[in-house]
T-cell receptor
Framework: DAMVIQNPRYQVTQFGKPVTLSCSQT?????MYWYQQKSSQAPKLLFH???????NEADTPDNFQSRRPNTSFCFLDIRSPGLGDAAMYLC????????????FGPGTRLTVT | QKEVEQDPGPLSVPEGAIVSLNCTYS??????FMWYRQYSRKGPELLMY????GNKEDGRFTAQVDKSSKYISLFIRDSQPSDSATYLC?????????????FGKGTHLIIQP
């Protein structure tokens, strides 16, 4: 089955220690998104890639970076995690222009100690 | 005023009941409307996708969009315990480019056996 895969599902990191979350997709979608979802809150878009074009949301902190080395993979780097960055991180994909159905992975739950 | 308002619940109903979930929004540019179901500690799963105003039915689920009132609804008929989850509305202005979704906070639904 075509799908969106996130690894790891659970990640524990220390305050200030860089961490990388990964996402891969077999849907061959052009667009990949990263959302942050804190407990009982709506998912919040951090940034997205349209092919290789990176689009950052205006209020996404500089502490968050992303890489997309190829169509299938996308990474979220948190350079210096703070306690406030503990959340579920969701990766999503969508096809190219004209459709807005987004398909989500299972998420990575990040704990910062 | 938040862009998308959704009552967080919890909403508890007996098995077999008709469930009505709703969102209101303020951005008149939104044209694409989605409902996602999210089980605990999982990623959101796309349930329904509607463009502009009108109704869409899929099995036990019906989505309604009233753009004049900026109000969208999801109805679940013959509700089952397996429908217990958080339901997130999401919407997008579209416009031809890749666009992130604006989510409501989600309504926590409990179907009592």
């Amino acid at each position: 089955d075509a799908m969106v895969i996130q690894n790891p599902r659970y990640q524990v990191t220390q305050f200030g220690k860089p961490v990388t979350l990964s996402c891969s997709q077999t849907l061959n979608h052009n667009v990949m998104y990263w959302y942050q979802q804190k407990s009982s809150q709506a998912p919040k878009l951090l940034f997205h890639y349209y092919d290789k074009d990176f689009n950052n949301e205006a209020d996404t902190p500089d502490n968050f970076q992303s890489r997309r080395p190829n169509t299938s993979f996308c990474f979220l780097d948190i350079r210096s995690p703070g306690l406030g960055d503990a959340a579920m991180y969701l990766c999503a994909t969508s096809r190219t222009t004209g459709t807005y159905e987004q398909y989500f992975g299972p998420g990575t739950r990040l704990t910062v100690t | 005023q938040k862009e998308v308002e959704q009552d967080p619940g919890p909403l508890s109903v007996p098995e077999g009941a008709i469930v009505s979930l709703n969102c209101t929004y303020s951005n008149s540019a939104f044209q694409y409307f989605m409902w996602y179901r999210q089980y605990s500690r999982k990623g959101p799963e796309l349930l329904m996708y509607t463009y502009s105003s009108g109704n869409k039915e899929d099995g036990r689920f019906t989505a309604q969009v009233d753009k004049s009132s900026k109000y969208i609804s999801l109805f679940i008929r013959d509700s089952q315990p397996s429908d217990s989850a958080t339901y997130l509305c999401a919407m997008s202005a579209g416009g031809g480019g890749a666009d992130g979704l604006t989510f409501g906070k989600g309504t926590h639904l409990i179907i009592q056996p």
